[in-house]
């Protein structure tokens, strides 16, 4: 390894914007918890309440741009929805009756509604964890998860994760070079056996990796706890603050179930 | 006082490989001194036996604290006296940013707050890091992170330094950068290294370990220079290199 070797990206980096705007600063614990209720009150709205749907999209483009992140960008990073889609769009089609017709095609009426049901609330889903992470470091995250007392064991497997993730993609990577400097490129299924003894390999190198940090942790006095030292806090106005997103969510719903 | 005093020390694996036949060493307070020896000489079990990590018969003291693998206290302080900086800083650096992984360390001895603030600062400080604290290990390059590695060991202000092939995968800049780093500091060094002209550079002392015992304990440069006991233990120097030529 040379000097100059430098890792690969770490997961998550590339999906923080940087920016300085009020929803980038608040502390990420908060943010967490605003996101989680407002997607929690989205979710138990009924999807034949349209108006409602209505104003929870209004919501969470307006903090898209009060986070100025560039609107093509979160829309490129909503592919991952598209699994999700593609379920929702069979639903109609494979639900059972009362059949109804819309455009000459025969579809499920219960299947139509939980197919838009689905699309309505993944897609909610997807654009506030857009907005999640691109505003927060995947770092403050985990400090935020920390702070809201999701079980320390949890978080550490998700800090290790981070930092090795990094370390083993280019372990891979390297292993992919020496294969291919040797003149193999995997064609088809005859090739799977090379790849099935690649990964083998990286697990086995990952497993003992973890043996030699456990090690060095233990040098360290280690005792079975990881220091959980805060960087962030939050004062009381800042949960006033956050508390307005799931009172807005509940406003547009009480609205949404009187129009 | 004695930094390190390892007396009768001797070790089998459970699979019942004897890696350490009544190893007997020590080390003055200050003093800086290499451990040569091949591959498979027992140089890494050595060093895990000195803190703790295994523990065969015979004794080990760091500092005049005998140590004690039944008691959790005693371990715990030996470790604190006896920092290792492992040979891959990946291995070591386990945190997601330079700083967290420097309280790693102090912050398992008990320092919070401002004190472990300082204590980590004076630590990358040391290593000349300091302003990479916010950095993810991946972000730095080889050399630097070999020298963050060493902080994570300096912040708990051991007593020794136990540095496991500290010049291995080195450019030649970062291995000149760390060896005035450790001539920098003012600590017992042991330095487990097959690099001959590094151990020549920075311990005035060698000791050979071969077949799990110290074979030979003398000047590195007399070491350097018997060629009856070089060849003996395979050990080499680089092509071209004489170690009269070093004053």
Known sequence: MPDSHQHGHQIGDHLFIHRHTYIHDLPPHLKLVAAFSFLLIAVLTPASNYPSFAGYFAIVFALIIAAKLPIGTALKRMVVEIPFVIFAVLMPFLGKGPFIEIAGLTVSEPGLNAGISVLLKSTLGVLISILISSTTNVRDILHGLAHLKVPALLINIATFMLRYSAVITDELHRMKTARESRGFIAKGPRDWKIVAQVAGALFIRSYERGERVHLAMLSRGFNGQMPQVSHSSAKASHWLQVSVLPIAALFVLLIGMYL | ?????????????????????????ELEKGERVAVLGPNGAGKTTLVLHLNGILSGSGDVEVAGLRLDSNDKNNLLEIRRRVGIVFQDPDDQLFMPTVREDVEFGPFNFGLRGEELKNRVDWALNQVKMLEFADKAPHHLSFGQRRRVALATVLAMQPEILIMDEPSSNLDPASRRELAEIV?????????????????????????????????????????????????????????????????
Request: proline share 6%; net charge negative.
């Open chain 2, 1 to 25: 006082m004695k930094s390190l005093k390892v007396s009768n020390l001797a070790f089998a694996y459970p699979d019942g490989h004897q890696a350490l036949f009544g190893v007997n060493l």
């Open chain 2, 183 to 247: 001539k920098s500091l003012d600590i017992t060094v042991l330095m487990v290294t097959h690099d001959l002209p590094y151990a020549l550079e920075l311990c005035p002392r060698a000791v050979i370990l071969s077949g799990g015992v110290i074979v030979s304990d003398k000047s590195t440069r007399e070491i350097l220079m018997d060629e009856k006991l070089m060849n003996e233990y395979r050990l080499e120097l680089p092509a071209g290199f004489d170690p009269k030529l070093i004053s």
